[in-house]
Nanobody
Framework: VQLQASGGGLVQAGGSLRLSCAAS????????MGWFRQAPGKEREFVAT????????SEADSVKGRFTISRDNAKNTVYLQMNSLKPEDTAAYYC??????????????WGQGTQVTVSS
């Protein structure tokens, strides 16, 4: 699976962004999809994941209630809607395909990062 993330940018605190991750290659609907992020000087951390159908999702406590993961299997795309953004959400965001897990090791395929910068 090849993954292409997009939608990052610069936004003020309290604003919103929607990230997209387009997949190609193997059958997209065979995989759970996840979003992770990595801030400068920090380890990559889990953000959200969704099952192959989109019927179940799980989010990190730090983003719960603000971020929503969803997918459209007809478009081979997974989304991350980010609302009420905070400066601490600033990071490179990565999408990944694999198992329904909250850890990096659950994912076999990774996209390139898309940068999100939240100004205070």
């Amino acid at each position: 699976v090849q993954l292409q993330a997009s939608g990052g940018g610069l936004v003020q605190a309290g604003g919103s962004l929607r990230l997209s991750c387009a997949a190609s290659g193997r059958t997209f609907s065979n995989y759970a999809m996840g979003w992770f992020r990595q801030a400068p000087g920090k380890e990559r951390e889990f953000v959200a994941t969704t099952t192959w159908s989109g019927g179940n999702t799980s989010e990190a406590d730090s983003v719960k209630g603000r971020f929503t993961i969803s997918r459209d299997n007809a478009k081979n795309t997974v989304y991350l809607q980010m609302n009420s953004l905070k400066p601490e959400d600033t990071a490179a965001y990565y999408c990944a395909a694999g198992a329904y897990r909250r850890v990096e090791t659950g994912y076999a395929y990774w996209g390139q990062g898309t940068q999100v910068t939240v100004s205070s």
